[in-house]
């Protein structure tokens, strides 16, 4: 078992290896998506760049196309950013969501 913390959330959640991140807070009726965006999003679909999240600790793979591209602008203020998504959790992660 692998463990995600979300920050802003204060909770952390138990996962199997190979789990996305987005589909595991929803399991766990925790929104990674900020105020209207938890109603108006692609549904993991990496349409609409509303699931952003930080990766604060922790290994993931590197960004994919759909990544970059929908990602473009926001990572030259924060390199750090990723699709919630578009993340199979491989290590245990600190997430900071809504940013
Ligand atoms: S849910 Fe729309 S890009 Fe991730």
Do not use: W
Not at 2 to 27: D, M, S, Y
Not at 49 to 64: F, H, K, P, T, W
């Amino acid at each position: 078992m692998l463990e995600i913390h979300f920050e802003k959330q204060k909770r952390t959640l138990k996962v199997e290896p190979g789990v996305n991140l987005r589909e595991a807070a929803i399991a766990a009726k925790l929104s990674i998506y900020p105020h209207i965006k938890k109603i108006l999003n692609c549904r993991g679909r990496g349409l609409c760049s509303s699931c952003r999240v930080e990766i604060v600790s922790g290994q993931v793979a590197d960004r994919n196309e759909i990544e970059n591209n929908n990602l473009s602008k926001a990572l030259k203020k924060n390199p750090n950013l990723r699709l919630g998504c578009q993340i199979t959790v491989e290590d245990n992660l600190v997430v900071r969501t809504h940013v």
